[in-house]
C-alpha cells in the first residue's frame, strides 16, 4: 500500500505514549536539543531545535547520534 499525503509521518502514524516519557530537551554547548534516552542511559538526538544555521552543519549532534549524560547540562 502506497500512501501519498502531504502530512507529517507524525500524525499519520502517531508514537505510542510510552515513548513520549522517555524524550526530553537539553541543552548541549549553548544548543537546546529533543532526546530520547537509551536503554544505556546515553542520549540518542532527534531533532535540534535551533535557529542557527552553524548548529545544524556541526556532524558531531546531527539526529540519530548518540551523545553520553556526562554532556547534557540539563532537561525541560
Known amino acids: 500500500m502506497i500512501l501519498y499525503t502531504m502530512m507529517p509521518e507524525e500524525m499519520v502514524f502517531p508514537t ?5 516519557g522517555k524524550q ?4 548541549v554547548n549553548d544548543m537546546e536539543l529533543l532526546v530520547r ?3 544505556t542511559s546515553d542520549y540518542e538526538i532527534l531533532r535540534i531545535l535551533s ?4 548548529h ?3 556532524g558531531q549532534y546531527c539526529p540519530g547520534q548518540k551523545i553520553s549524560a556526562h554532556l547534557v547540562c540539563g532537561s525541560q
Not at 505510542?16 to 513520549?20: H, I, K, M, Q
Not at 526530553?24 to 541543552?27: F, K, M, P, T, Y
Not at 535557529?51 to 552553524?54: E, I, K, T, V
Request: net charge negative; proline share 5%; glycine share 0%.
Open 24 to 27: 526530553s530537551i537539553v541543552q
Open 51 to 54: 535557529s542557527n544555521p552553524n
Open 16 to 20: 505510542l505514549e510510552s515513548e513520549f
Open 37 to 39: 534516552q537509551t536503554d
Open 56 to 58: 545544524f552543519l556541526n
